[in-house]
């Protein structure tokens, strides 16, 4: 179940905020947006940002089990396993 915590309006906006976090943590330095993410695919799943995120910063999802993990949790913490643009509440 999705996590309660501060939210933007948008789900773009709020792609934003969790792909801010997750660079912090682990010193990701891609140009990914949120809007980026929307775009490609709708609806956005735990697994396809995951994958974008690590692809995005030259890594290999298939190379690193332990990150993808991590980072597909972050996700589903915020969103659950997918999230589209309508089903967003911020």
């Not at 990701?28 to 947006?33: A, G, H, K, Q």
């Amino acid at each position: 179940m999705p996590v309660k915590q501060q939210r933007a309006a948008t789900l773009a906006e709020d792609l934003d905020l969790l792909l801010e976090e997750l660079s912090a943590k682990w010193n990701f330095s891609n140009d990914l947006t949120g809007a980026d993410l929307i775009a490609k695919k709708s609806p956005v799943t735990a697994l396809d940002f995951t994958r974008a995120v690590l692809v995005a910063d030259e890594l290999k999802p298939d190379n690193e089990a332990n990150l993808v993990r991590q980072v597909k949790r972050k996700f589903v913490q915020r969103y659950g396993l997918q999230i589209t643009p309508e089903a967003y509440e911020g």
